[in-house]
């Protein structure tokens, strides 16, 4: 209504509703942001499962590494211990086994045959040692016909690539007597004389093959023609151990030589949350990023796609590090503001625009409930001005009136006043015009 001063009044439940429509707004941001951060993207899980391989074997001693410094971060990882690298492929493959993570050496898989996994990266060699108890005749796998020898247990990367490597030579079950014994059972029997040769897929650090490579009946030999190895399987990569690398007063080993090993992959299930991926990383490059016998310092964690696709968050982070604010702010904190950004900058994309069209929308708003009043006065002008359209003075009169208190209850703010009261001068000189065209109305 209108006060005498010519102020539109509000209602008490217009009032009302205005201050009720900054809490309306904030309500419903607020369940945005819920079903932004809760539903569409949760929180990182607070356990991770980690696949390791033997009791003492390198990956079981890496992943304690790996479980050290998740641990800093709030995050606890099981070690699950396996028989080694297909065991633990098979465990990412079943989503029933619980693993999430596990190191896999390469040329085990492909993409095809494990759709659900990606990679991390290749983390570090795996060396395949040959050793042998005395001296080996014709230095060659050919040389084992007939012997014991250790190939790995079922279950083993060492097993999987021995007997890939000891078939191309001519050698299985019927010539040779492939014992599927551990690192340590290996290790035990090759210095006491109960087998003849072992092949061990380790790394330098590796307890066992220090061990071997300190005793002096035992002789780590060379593979011969390492380029045609290679050539063969093209995940591996021929080494050169030094001579006297193990102990230079008894130059052990007395001359260089010759491995090749696969890479050892950080594989991932692709369900796993990327805020662990990224965790893992960083962890991965404090692991793994030193210099060693085989390797240059920063060589691993290296962007190589062996078998499985790198992840997107391994492709952002070879490529630009570490996620800005997880180098900034603890994990969950910026875990916490991350998920906040992934909503507010689209929402804030979508908010923006509509400051500048709002206003545009608002006035043509007004001006469209002006104008329509406006189109009903110029009826009733016209109405008043052609007596055979039938409408009486006293009509006409009314109409006018119920147009003059449209027009004061329509609220505009003191920018729009000006068209408004345009509008009631307007509506005012029409009824003085249909007053002077008739008979005066009734006041």
């Known amino acids: ?40 993207r949760p929180l990182p899980p607070r356990t991770v499962t980690m696949g390791t391989g033997t009791e003492g074997g390198a990956y079981h001693e890496v992943g304690q590494r790996y479980r050290d410094i998740l641990a800093q971060h709030g995050i606890t990882l099981f070690l699950v211990p396996t028989a080694g690298a297909v065991e633990n492929l098979a465990r990412l493959k079943d989503p029933r086994s619980g693993v999430d993570v ?35 005749g014709n230095r060659s796998l050919e040389g084992l016909r007939g012997r014991k020898v250790s190939v790995g247990p079922e279950g083993s990367g060492t097993r999987i690539l021995a007997m890939e490597l000891l078939a191309r030579h001519g050698i299985d079950e ?14 035990d029997r090759l210095i006491g004389g109960q087998i003849d040769a072992a092949l061990v897929l380790a790394s330098w650090e590796s307890p066992v093959v220090r061990r071997l490579l300190a005793e002096d009946t035992i002789e780590v030999v060379s593979f011969p023609r ?29 001359r260089d ?76 904190l910026a875990v916490a503001i991350g998920r906040l950004l992934v909503l507010l900058i689209p929402l804030a994309g979508v908010v923006y625009p509509l400051f500048w069209i709002m206003p545009s929308l608002y006035a043509w708003g007004i001006r469209r409930r002006i104008d329509q009043i406006y189109r009903e006065l110029r009826s009733i002008e016209q109405a008043a001005d052609s007596p055979e359209t039938g409408r009486t003075f006293a009509e006409l009169d009314t109409a006018l009136r119920q147009l003059e208190e449209r027009a004061s209850r329509l609220q505009v703010p003191l920018s729009y006043s000006d068209p408004l009261y345009t509008l009631r001068e307007h509506i005012a000189l029409v009824r003085e015009r249909v007053a002077r065209t008739g008979t005066p109305t009734a006041e």
């Open 1 to 40: 209504m209108a006060r005498p001063d010519g102020v539109t009044r509000r209602s008490p439940r217009t009032q009302r509703s205005i201050r009720l429509l900054p809490v309306t707004v904030a309500a419903l941001v607020v369940a945005a942001i819920w079903v932004a951060i809760i539903v569409l």
């Open 226 to 254: 390492a380029d045609a190895h290679v050539a063969l399987f093209p995940f591996l990569t021929k080494l050169r151990l030094p001579a006297g690398v193990r102990d230079l007063e008894r130059n052990k080993p007395p």
């Open 174 to 187: 019927h010539s040779a007597e492939l014992l599927p014994l551990g690192f340590q059972d290996a290790a």
């Open 257 to 332: 030589v010759t491995l090749f090993a696969p890479k050892a992959s950080l594989i991932v299930r692709k369900d796993l949350h990327p805020a662990i991926q990224s965790l893992l990383l960083d962890a991965a490059e404090q692991i793994h990023s030193g210099p060693g016998i085989f390797q240059q310092a920063r060589q691993f964690p290296a962007a190589e796609a062996i078998d499985l696709p790198l992840s997107d968050e391994a492709r952002q982070f070879y490529r630009a590090g570490r996620p800005f604010l997880q180098r900034h702010l603890p994990f969950w």
């Open 102 to 136: 596990a190191l896999v050496q390469g040329g085990l898989t492909t993409e095809q045959e494990s759709p659900g996994l990606e990679s991390l990266g290749t983390m570090f060699y795996e060396p395949l040692w040959f050793f042998h108890r005395g001296s080996l």
